[in-house]
Structures are given as structure tokens and as C-alpha cells.
């Protein structure tokens, strides 16, 4: 995880249009998976200025991976006007200094460890699933990115990137996969089983806090889940996509 700094000075000509822009330029940050979260603030003494604080997974997915991805040209086509205003864009890292409060807790994402944690749980779990007597079945046929769209809706539930959302449809296209196949308890129950058992294949953090509340997510997914599989089954059409958090148990930071 790193945290990008841009400070700009606003050329008069240029103030106007600034936080129209970037507001347009943020739809490609959230859709791309090497973002974390993004901030731009205006300075209360100088209305020229401005900070814009951006959460990247690492300065490696900053560089490579974001500026040389899809979502890159739409973002640069809004901000090219105000490169010729910066005054610094680096990246820093944090140190143990901080505030009584720690600094705010990391989502459960960033504690897993970013997008590249979700998409080798997924991997791991599919395996995991094709050779399951019980759940091979219901799997057969999956499309090849399968794996990697569950990965992008599971890192959006635990607090990163809102890529499923914006790529594949969100709540009502996962809700569509699974009406009418009738997932059976003993199913539902080996899913929650092999997700736990590619977790500790992948080396997800093994702490109390963050297990907890990731079992605590597979629970409420897989329970409804089975419900809304069933035969003549109502859930709702649309709803948002859940944001899971730590709950009573925030991560030990001791
Ligand atoms: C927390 C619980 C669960 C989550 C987060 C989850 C997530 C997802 C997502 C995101 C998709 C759609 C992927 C895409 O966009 O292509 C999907 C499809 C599917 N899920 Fe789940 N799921 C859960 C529980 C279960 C359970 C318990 C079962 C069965 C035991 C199951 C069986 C399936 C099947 C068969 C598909 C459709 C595959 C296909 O033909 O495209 N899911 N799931």
C-alpha cells in the first residue's frame, strides 16, 4: 500500500473546471482494481490550491499497472489540463508515527492484502471446487473468469475497488447466478469449508479479528445464497453491494 500526493496551484484560467474534471477522472479510479481510495481537498486559505491524496495497492500497480491498464486514457483525458499546475506528485509511506487513534483502521481488504490476495483465494478455492464430489457438479461448464469475477465481488464487499460494480453488473448480476439452483445445505456448507481451506492455502492473515470477520461474511453470503437458489424464491431485484467491516473485533495494531 502507498499514498500518492499531488499538490496543485490552480492557474486562474484553470480553477473553474478542476473538480468538475476530477469528479469525471474518479470514475476510472474506482474502477480500477490498483486503487484503493482517493481524496481531493481544497485548501481553506487559498482557494487555488488543492491536494489530492490517492491509495494505490502498491507503487509497482500504480506505475505499470494502472498507467499502462484500460482505464488509464479516459482518466488522463480529464486531468491533462492541470499537469502544467502541479507543484509535487510522490508517493509516501507511512511510519509509525501517528495519532492516538492509530490513523483510521485498514478495510479488511487492505488487510488481506489487496486484489492479488482475492484473486489467488479464488484460484485456489476453484481448484478446491472442481475436484469437490459434492460441489463439482453445480460448477460444471463455468466460464474461464469465473474465479476472477468473484474475486473483483469479494474484494468490493471488503472495502476495495467498486470493479464488479462497475464491470459486471453488481448485486443484480450476482443475484442472477444463482436463482433456480436450488443450493442444498450440505452444499452451501462445503463452499463456506473450501473458501476457509484456499484462505489458509493463500496465506490470507490468520488473526482473530480479520478471520472472524471474513467467516462472518461467508455465513450471511452463503446462507443467502441457498435461500434466494430456491424454487419460487422472491429476493430482492436490486439492492447494493454489501460493504463488509471489522465489527466489534478491529484489527490489533498493538
Ligand atoms: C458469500 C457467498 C457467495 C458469494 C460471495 C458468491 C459470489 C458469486 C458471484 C459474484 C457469482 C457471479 C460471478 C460472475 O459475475 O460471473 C457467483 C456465481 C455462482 N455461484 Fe456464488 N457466491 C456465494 C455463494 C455460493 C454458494 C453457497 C454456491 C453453491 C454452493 C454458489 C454457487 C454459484 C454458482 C453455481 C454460480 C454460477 C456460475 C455460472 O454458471 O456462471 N455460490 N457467485
Not at 469525471?24 to 490498483?34: D, S
Not at 476472477?148 to 464487499?157: G, M, P, S, Y
Not at 464491470?167 to 442444498?184: N, Q
Request: net charge negative; hydrophobic share 40%.
Amino acid at each position: 500500500m502507498v499514498t500518492e500526493y499531488i499538490r496543485y496551484r490552480l492557474s486562474p484560467e484553470r480553477l473553474d473546471g478542476f473538480e468538475a474534471g476530477y469528479e469525471r477522472a474518479a470514475a476510472a479510479l474506482r474502477a480500477a482494481p490498483q486503487c484503493v481510495d482517493y481524496e481531493l481537498m481544497r485548501s481553506v486559505a487559498d482557494s487555488d490550491r488543492y491536494i489530492l491524496r490517492i491509495t494505490w495497492t502498491s507503487a509497482d500497480d500504480h506505475l505499470r499497472g494502472f498507467r499502462g491498464g484500460p482505464h488509464f486514457a479516459a482518466f488522463f483525458a480529464e486531468i491533462r489540463p492541470y499537469v502544467q499546475d502541479i507543484e509535487e506528485m510522490t508517493h509516501y509511506a507511512p511510519t509509525p508515527v501517528t495519532g492516538p487513534g492509530g490513523g483510521a483502521p485498514p478495510t479488511l481488504y487492505e488487510w488481506a492484502g489487496g486484489t492479488d490476495a482475492f484473486l489467488r483465494l479464488c484460484d485456489a478455492f476453484y481448484r478446491l471446487v472442481l475436484a469437490d464430489d459434492l460441489l463439482a457438479p453445480l460448477f460444471a461448464g463455468l466460464e474461464p473468469d469465473h474465479a476472477r469475477h468473484v474475486a473483483t465481488w469479494l474484494a468490493e464487499v471488503f472495502g476495495g475497488p467498486e470493479t464488479y460494480s462497475a464491470r459486471r453488473g453488481g448485486y443484480p448480476a450476482m443475484l442472477s447466478r444463482h436463482l433456480g439452483k436450488a443450493i442444498t445445505e450440505p452444499q452451501r456448507r462445503r463452499w463456506v469449508n473450501l473458501m476457509m481451506d484456499a484462505a489458509d492455502e493463500v496465506d490470507l492473515p490468520a488473526d482473530p479479528e480479520f478471520r472472524a470477520a471474513f467467516v462472518g461474511y461467508l455465513e450471511w453470503g452463503t446462507r443467502l445464497a441457498l435461500s434466494n437458489s430456491q424454487p419460487g424464491a422472491t429476493p430482492p431485484r436490486r439492492a447494493p453491494v454489501p460493504h463488509w467491516g471489522w465489527g466489534v473485533a478491529p484489527p490489533y495494531q498493538g
